[in-house]
């Protein structure tokens, strides 16, 4: 036997046992003729103490060959500390130890296994095994395992079932790039990984299984971001019989639940919000609603005054900063300067200080009279001290900017808390968008969203003007997940990939099996997928996905600790009948 | 709302109540003035009626336009059944259907939504979403979903850490053969999916987490057999700071667990059997316990006595099948037959009846009198009416046969019950494994697998002699998983590769990031991963691993209803930097 107990568990009702421990040495004190030793292991640390002058030659001979990140077993006698550390769960007590044993032992670590270490991203990539003994890092993937355990019993405790559906699928070009895998029994064919488990939930459906879910790797051959991974973790679900409604009180009930579990926190029941809402009163579908600073319309009171960026703009719209008016003209500078870089967009910024006498200072003064001021300081419900930000343009360009500028300004005033948690519901979305490059509708969601109801009929004569049946969960500006209610009926579905521009022959050969089984009885039906990266590193409180993973790749998806993708040898490509291409060729 | 029920709920407490239900058209029986649908869901089958009399023409119309498989929703009101049916779980009741909505229509299914089906098995993969409706398919993927929640639970509760392993991994040519994945973003370079999370969960032990869990997709492009599927699943687990011992307790009480939740059976404690004992009691490493017929070795009774055959052969052995020395001239041709099919390899059978008035009948009498074959049933513990079968040969060929040959008995008589559960570890196992074909030594388990340590010493003087620390869990004769306690020490691991033929620099380009780690602290571990697919289906108790997979893949690895694998787009291929190999070159 190993041990007899971890390092976290020990406690002053223990004292007098005899007891062995095994774990990482994390800390030597040796004041020659003390030495204490902290050992650690997943559950905790444990104070070891050697008497220098009682420890036979052979037991101080061992501990003063130890270094940090050794791994050794302890014997002794659990003892009462003098100096108690109320910092520790065991800090009540330490081990007398009677014999150490090296069990293996460890170069100097690359970087400091601390809460807040010296090693570097790149440094701690390709050591994860020894960054994953971090306390920040190690937490993040117990609280992503309770998650797990959460959601689970959640979905099974509501009927839900839990079923597998295949990695090895097959290549669609519909949606982002897919991995593939050549087949070797198949030459010349191949797999390709899924991007989400959409049509195999959908024939679940079909198959009478109404509530299904599963927490499910998906992939996606992407060009990748910070908050980006090639492989990633859904919590996947579908269910038949089911209105939109319904499926919104499900999932905003296993939020709730896991935000209760893992956290603490009860959320309050969940608004909804139309798209087309959300876009004019926060210009995105993915509003932060910790803060207000919404969306005010000026075109009716600033337009026709002369001020020719204005007259010319499609929208002009700003938002009310409160108790800025006191910025001085560097900071508006420095302002303007951030909407105007070519990651925001914006041509330039408009300011109306509200000042706390009741008078108004603007960029713009020259075309509008105090009382003009006043009636957007007025539609702004702004109070002396305030500070409008405007901005003009094109209805998008506006839109995007200004939404930056809202959250810029969020932060600045502190307004975005990680311990504030606000969800809501975005409902009512387009169902296609207009691409530009390729003359064509591109689903918004996918190809499978039903569309409302009562724009059923518009599908045909005006596609862009139909509603989706879709939804998304939105926590603090951050996108949670999303889904719609399903196309069901063979005829909708033709409609949509026409409407798509699919040819007949495109649509029966990607998704012949999904509209054959529409032809055998399919069940109206819904669903939706949670990012479950994102999910845990909202609740766990931090930007960044990666630490919620435990071997996550870096931008250029590559395994930095195991440094794949990697050749492979001639033999498998033969037998897989492929040639990889020459630079040169 | 789509129902208010679904259609196994329904007792007769509820009779007066409104209801609406939906589900799909099971069956309909018209009277005339009586008609009748069983409406299906997952949760059962509930009878509507409807009086030919007093419903309206156009319910009437509606229900005489339905057919099998359609979707329907009914309002109506819950009656008392006058002729009641027992066997159904609702067959206390029905619903006097008021008013039935067509949801969806269905053609007529390629087969049969019966327990026994008249579509054979090429169909049903095509039409695997109709199958699935299926009480014998529906009800394996319930038990698999509730098997699943059982496992985590289980380990959940005992303190194990889910965590998952990247999918793209990397390439390796030990065991059997990857599936890889072109890199996009770095060309000619390659992702490999796991055959197992191995290396993974040995890092996340170097790390700390010291219990792992996972219940994961592992992947093997391998000449596919009726049981093994290219992708399935696995409860994978590693341990820190662990006996052999305890690993054993832990996945004992797992599997009790799992058998008591899912299937009502209390197990018996698992023996322990070693590799050599099991090889020469029953010629295998999975014996099936569930009966005797063990093998009696005979070399000392049956050679030097003139039979040419036994006297050349390094083994012979037989076993005693009970009461079946009235087996008739025919009968015993036809297993002498048996055993000399190519696939189980004997030359040749001999047998000795042993007669009710205590003479003994053989094929083999010339050579040895009543007392030499008195000794043989004596040794084989044979009473009268038993029927000795008596192999020979070298001792792996004997073995081999003589394995099949007691199933195949076993099987005659109705002794391999799927209702009866004998499970044992199998323990000790050679570490290496010669290869003639390669002329050097294989890993029996994997590279990775620790030498017992009392043999450790003979690693690098005789490695063919070393025991494994390595156990497999066998139930009925089925090996349902399998571990070993690991290397953990760079250096055993270095002389392990040597001694499996790698050079430094083989074992450092595929396995370098494991041998560095283990230069940080690694701690001792283990582990084990059970076959889940396999497991699901020994509980259900079924042969077959594919109804417990929702879409399985057919023999060639293809996927017959979506039809993959496939060819994919040249744009696909030139993006990824590789060439199909046409079949002319």
Redesign the interface.
């Known amino acids: 036997?190993?041990?007899t107990h971890?390092c976290g568990e020990l406690r002053l009702e223990k004292v007098g046992e005899q007891v062995k421990l095994?774990g990482?040495v994390q800390r030597i004190r040796d004041k020659g003729s003390l030495l204490w030793i902290d050992l650690?292991?997943?559950y905790g640390t444990t104070q070891l103490f050697i008497e220098g002058t009682s420890a036979s030659a052979e037991l101080l001979e061992i501990v003063r060959s130890l270094g940090r990140?050794?791994?050794i077993q302890v014997s002794g006698q659990v003892i009462e500390r003098i100096s108690k550390n109320p910092k520790m769960a065991t800090g009540d007590i330490e081990i007398k130890a009677e014999e150490i044993k090296i069990?293996?032992?460890?170069?100097v670590?690359p970087f400091t296994i601390e809460d807040d270490t010296d090693g570097g991203e790149e440094l701690r990539m390709k050591?994860?095994?020894?960054d994953?003994?971090r306390n920040p890092v190690?937490n993040s993937?117990?609280l992503?395992?309770q998650m797990?355990?959460y959601t689970?019993e959640y979905l099974?405790g509501h009927d839900f079932?839990?079923?597998?559906?295949?990695?090895?699928?097959?290549?669609t070009?519909e949606g982002a790039?897919?991995?593939?895998?050549?087949?070797?029994?198949?030459?010349?064919?191949?797999?390709?990984?899924p991007q989400s488990p959409q049509?195999?939930k959908q024939?679940?459906m079909?198959?009478?299984?109404?509530k299904y879910f599963q927490l499910v790797?998906c992939?996606r051959?992407e060009?990748l971001r910070a908050d980006r991974q090639?492989?990633f973790?859904q919590i996947d679900c579908e269910m038949s019989?089911?209105?939109r409604d319904?499926i919104l009180a499900a999932f905003e009930g296993l939020t709730k639940h896991v935000f209760r579990k893992a956290r603490g926190v009860e959320l309050e029941d969940f608004p909804l919000m139309a798209y087309d809402e959300a876009m004019r009163r926060y210009g995105s579908d993915k509003p932060d609603t910790r803060f207000g600073m919404e969306f005010i319309e000026l075109n009716e009171l600033a337009q026709g005054k002369g001020f020719n960026v204005f007259d010319q703009s499609e929208l002009v719209a700003g938002i009310c900063a409160p108790g800025c008016a006191d910025y001085t003209r560097k900071q508006i500078d420095g302002l303007t300067e951030w909407v105007k870089r070519p990651q925001i967009g914006a041509k330039g910024l408009v300011y109306v200080k509200c000042n706390e006498d009741g008078t108004f200072k603007s960029s713009v003064d020259k075309f509008y009279t105090q009382e003009d001021l006043k009636n957007w300081a007025d539609k702004a419900a702004a109070r002396p001290g305030d500070l409008l930000l405007v901005l003009s343009g094109t209805i998008a360009e506006t839109r995007k900017a200004l939404n930056e500028l809202r959250l810029y300004m969020g932060n600045e005033l502190g307004l975005r808390s990680n311990d504030v948690f606000k969800p809501l519901w975005i409902v009512d979305f387009p169902l296609l968008e207009w691409d530009e490059e390729t003359s064509r509708y591109h689903a918004m969601h996918h190809p499978f969203t039903s569309p409302r109801e009562e724009d059923m009929h518009l599908l045909s004569t005006d596609p862009g003007k139909v509603k989706a049946n879709a939804y998304d969960l939105v926590i603090n500006g951050v996108e949670i997940g999303g889904g719609s209610i399903r196309i069901?009926?063979r005829q909708i579905q033709q409609s949509m990939f026409d409407a798509l521009g699919f040819t007949k022959e495109e649509a029966e050969k990607q998704f012949?099996?999904l509209l054959n089984?529409?032809?055998?009885?399919?069940?109206?039906h819904g669903g939706i997928a949670f990012g479950f990266d994102r999910l845990c590193s909202m609740i766990g409180g931090t930007e960044s996905i990666r630490d919620f993973?435990?071997?996550p790749?870096n931008n250029?998806?590559?395994?930095m600790?195991?440094?794949?993708?990697?050749?492979?040898?001639t033999e498998?490509l033969e037998?897989?009948?492929?040639?990889?291409?020459k630079?040169t060729e």
Not at 575 to 581: D, P, R, Y
């Open positions: 036997m190993w041990r971890n095994s990482w650690r292991d997943r990140e050794y791994v069990l293996n032992t460890s170069k670590p050591y994860r095994y020894i994953l003994r190690k993937i117990i992503r395992h797990m355990q689970r099974a079932l839990e079923i597998e559906t295949p990695v090895l699928i097959k290549s070009p790039r897919d991995f593939v895998v050549p087949s070797r029994m198949n030459p010349g064919e191949f797999y390709a990984l049509t195999f024939l679940l079909v198959s009478g299984f109404d790797k992939f051959d060009d090639p492989e973790t019989f089911v209105t319904e069901f009926d012949g099996f089984a529409f032809e055998y009885g399919a069940p109206p993973i435990a071997f790749k250029s998806g590559r395994d600790m195991i440094d794949t993708p990697s050749q492979i040898s498998q037998e897989l009948s492929i040639f990889v291409k630079p």
